[in-house]
């Protein structure tokens, strides 16, 4: 009798029949050194001059003081690092890796040899060749290849290939080999399962999200704050592949479930978090930026209960906005206002919604019992149809209640208490301007938007959005009334679009029928809306304001592609609805839907978040 003995599974090194193989055909041993040296050795070029000259932007020329896309590359080649370490199960490191490492590993890596690869060929395009570049541009080169390398010569279990068909045509058989290289490469960066989480004290969790919350602000405020193009574009890419290894790395998974555990500190640590951006500013120039973004992420939150939650698709929502900035702006007491009224500020937000949410009951009224492409066709209809009322009731074509084109200008900056938003004050010592008073005053509205949001869909007609979403029949059957709660939902969605254009009117100084269009290269508008809350992920509270947070920065730091700049970005949301269907942070329900063999979560909020 013969005993066989095999070696223990382990996340870093699946084994099936016969020994895995990386990519790269290099032993394990060697693929996990040339990884962990490359990477510690892309950590120490960016404290080396990678130019001679300061002509190339972020001053690159400087040792021992990493500059512009220098921290970038810092930063990822750390990340990579402090992967590759931990795949070698050193003690005290393994919290880094809960999913497993060696997919992390390797996205990590391709993080820092696209950074370090696109800032060396910017040099050398803008200076003139290669012969510009300093030692440690190349040695940065080098050893970010010599990482990658390693970390695709790193084991996986390969998918069994289907056999081919020898009749098959030679298009058949490139279709079937293309879909094989596909699975094998989706295999190289699958991840395990995560390791259980100990217990942690509460005020470690917290901690946590203190932790978590400060590195969001972080990257935020140095987004925001890019300085050139280049910059720019080196962030996109070391962002995007950093979070794509912290989540398969299993991070992201684990701190959501941390705050998951405390939602209620996790919204005040992101409000507070969000507060204190203004103080991170110099001035007040991307505190524009930030309440532009914020007011345009409110309404995607408020299009969210539409859309997410109730499951209908409404393509004028902006005309809602548009109400609300139209109310306001009219009893703002504006030179330009043909009321000639004045009301303070609180009573003009409640008044902006309360009409909001009438033109909201009378165009839903008729037309939710309609479902699908119907539905998206009237919605889209009242949009134009608000926006070319309020291009008509200009005195000539119609009464005199807009100004046409020329819209409500000279609209006063509020005063709340005393306290005016146009001036600049002086808060805990830090001066903030005009349109850090507005950032201010909108994340308090955000925060209600917020409140709403989870409250109602924690509630019994959240509940019954959701039904409705999933099978409006089945909903029917069970007793629910489908045409109210989607009444109501339509209701609350234009409400909130109103109290946010109330604020919104206040901010622009003007408004006017062009900001109120289905489709425009500036945001909020319809398609840039709805275009958020799939992106950001729809049914979610974070999923929105992330989406509309990069939509509206996004294209803002790409105007440097001229007419290239809707190319650019539209073949970004392509690709990203190519391979993250769901969104960026997915409702858990509808991930499962487009990820049959993800494991479920362990617990399912009424929402589904």
């Known amino acids: 009798m013969t005993t066989q003995i095999t070696a223990p599974e382990t996340p870093n090194a699946p084994t099936t029949g016969s020994a895995p193989t990386g990519l790269i055909p290099l032993p394990e041993h060697i693929g996990r050194a040339l990884a962990t040296g490359g990477a510690l050795l892309t950590v120490a070029s960016a404290f080396l001059a990678w130019t001679w000259t300061s002509a190339f932007p972020g001053d690159l020329t400087v040792y021992g003081y990493p500059g512009g896309l220098q921290v970038l590359v810092l930063i990822s080649g750390a990340l990579t690092a402090l992967f590759a370490l931990s795949s070698y199960t050193i003690k005290g490191l393994g919290w880094a890796t809960p999913a497993g490492a060696d997919a992390a590993i390797k996205l990590a890596a391709l993080a820092a040899f696209g950074t370090t690869w696109y800032t060396v060929l910017a040099i050398s395009a803008k200076l003139g060749g290669v012969v510009n570049l300093e030692p440690g541009g190349y040695l940065a080169a080098a050893a970010s290849l010599t990482a990658l390398l390693g970390a695709l010569a790193l084991p996986f279990e390969r998918p069994d290939p289907d056999p081919i068909d020898p009749e098959d045509s030679g298009w058949n058989q490139f279709k079937h080999t293309t879909a094989h290289g596909k699975r094998k490469l989706q295999a190289a960066f699958a991840t395990g399962t995560i390791r259980p989480l100990g217990k942690l004290p509460s005020y470690a969790e917290i901690l946590i999200i203190i932790a978590a919350m400060a590195i969001g602000l972080t990257v935020f405020t140095y987004g925001i704050g890019t300085a050139y193009d280049e910059l720019f574009i080196g962030f996109l890419i070391t962002v995007g592949l950093c979070f794509t290894a912290l989540l398969k790395a299993g991070l992201v998974a684990r701190i959501s479930a941390i705050t998951s555990k405390h939602r209620n500190i996790t919204m005040i640590g992101a409000f507070v978090a969000a507060a204190a951006f203004p103080f991170t500013q110099s001035d007040d120039q991307y505190a524009t930026i930030g309440v532009y973004i914020l007011i345009f992420a409110t309404v995607a939150l408020g299009l969210n209960i539409v859309v997410g939650l109730a499951g209908l698709l409404d393509l004028g929502y902006v005309a809602f906005l548009g109400v609300g900035a139209y109310t306001a702006a009219l009893v703002s007491g504006s030179p330009s206002s043909p009321l000639h009224i004045q009301m303070p500020f609180w009573a003009s937000a409640l008044l902006g919604a309360l009409v909001s949410m009438i033109f909201g009951v009378l165009i839903g009224a008729p037309t939710l019992r309609l479902r699908g492409d119907y539905l998206a066709i009237v919605t889209l209809g009242f949009g134009e149809i608000f926006r070319i009322a309020v291009l008509n009731t200009d005195g000539t074509s119609g009464p005199d209640i807009t100004n046409g084109s020329a819209g409500i200008s000279s609209i006063p900056n509020l005063n709340i208490l005393g306290f005016d938003f146009g001036q600049e004050h002086t808060l805990l ?43 409006e029949t089945a909903a029917r059957a069970m007793g629910i009334n489908g045409f109210r709660v989607k009444l109501v939902a339509f209701a609350l969605g234009a409400t909130l679009a109103g109290l946010a254009g109330a604020v919104q009117a206040h901010v622009t100084y003007t ?99």
């Open 429 to 471: 010592g830090f001066t903030i301007g005009r349109f850090a008073n507005y950032f201010l005053l909108m994340l308090l509205i955000t925060l209600v938007v917020v409140i709403v949001f989870r409250r109602s869909s924690d509630s019994r007609i959240g509940r019954a959005w959701i039904a409705v979403r999933e099978d």
């Open 511 to 609: 408004v006017t029928p062009e900001q109120y269009m289905f489709a425009h290269v500036v945001p909020p508008n319809s398609a840039f809306l709805l275009a958020a809350v799939v992106l950001g992920g729809m049914g979610t509270i974070s999923g929105p304001l992330v989406g509309a947070a990069l939509l509206y920065l996004i294209p803002a730091k790409l105007q440097f592609l001229g007419d290239y700049q809707l190319l650019a970005f539209g073949l970004a949301l392509v690709l990203l609805m190519r391979f993250r269907p769901e969104g960026l942070i997915p409702n858990r329900r509808r991930q499962l839907e487009f990820h049959e063999n993800t494991e479920a979560p362990a617990a399912l909020s009424k929402a589904g978040v």
